[in-house]
């Protein structure tokens, strides 16, 4: 089993939809918990982290359970400038820079 | 600031060849690393670094070397190239209460 699972999508939503992307993990003792978001031949570019309360930033919502070992994100009113692959990633080890990624969801969002 | 930079940005390589990819950064953070993308595969750690003077081994460090002489920079050598090293590398720091990642641009690499 990897250590961190997405779907790999393709997610093609009209504009405007409301969509949701999960991520598993496998280490319990895992620490911290991000979402980037990745354009096509782009670098990562940090998205949201996500709290242990959840956490929202405009349209994003990101949430954590840990009894489950997911995170999720939710993108609400979406725009043709949200398509792109979204990644999961997971501080794997407490107090260390061991960050594991996960293959990432790709979005579509379509006019 | 200019945060992360990343050069060259492409780059081909005859198998066997040598060369260097630089990362510089000027945000004076301590930890930095190196990253592949291949298709189909999330980013894979190579080699980090958690100040000058101090490198450790990531998931993937064959055929890779990296030194840290100074805060700034962070170079990663392939000392003798192979077809498996054509990928895209990132170059990333850290920053911010959790840690959170910031990546340079990234280098194409294609090794024949």
């Known amino acids: 089993r990897k250590e961190v699972e997405q779907d790999p999508g393709p997610f093609n939503v009209p504009e405007g939809a409301t969509v949701a992307f999960n991520c598993t993990y496998s280490n319990s003792a895992s620490q911290s918990f991000f979402w980037y978001r990745q354009d096509c031949r782009k670098e990562p570019k940090l998205l949201m982290s996500v709290y242990s309360s959840g956490n929202e930033d405009g349209r994003f919502t990101a949430q954590l359970n840990r009894a489950s070992q997911y995170i999720s994100l939710l993108i609400r009113d979406s725009k043709l400038s949200d398509s792109a692959t979204y990644l999961c990633?997971?501080?794997?080890?407490?107090?260390?820079?061991?960050?594991?990624f996960g293959t990432g969801t790709r979005l579509k969002v379509l006019a | 600031n200019a945060g992360v930079t990343q050069t060259p940005k492409f780059q081909v390589l005859k198998t066997g060849q040598s060369m260097t990819l630089q990362c510089a950064q000027d945000m004076n953070h301590e930890y930095m690393s190196w990253y592949r993308q291949d298709p189909g595969m999330g980013l894979r750690l190579i080699h980090y670094s958690v100040g000058a003077g101090i490198t450790d081994q990531g998931e993937v460090p064959n055929g890779y070397n990296v030194s840290r002489s100074t805060t700034e920079d962070f170079p990663l050598r392939l000392l003798s190239a192979a077809p498996s090293q054509t990928s895209v590398y990132f170059c990333?720091?850290?920053?911010?209460?959790?840690?959170?990642?910031?990546f340079g641009p990234g280098t194409r690499l294609t090794v024949l």
């Open positions: 990633v997971v501080n794997s080890i407490s107090g260390t820079y061991k960050y594991i």
């Open positions: 990333a720091t850290t920053r911010g209460r959790q840690n959170e990642q910031f």
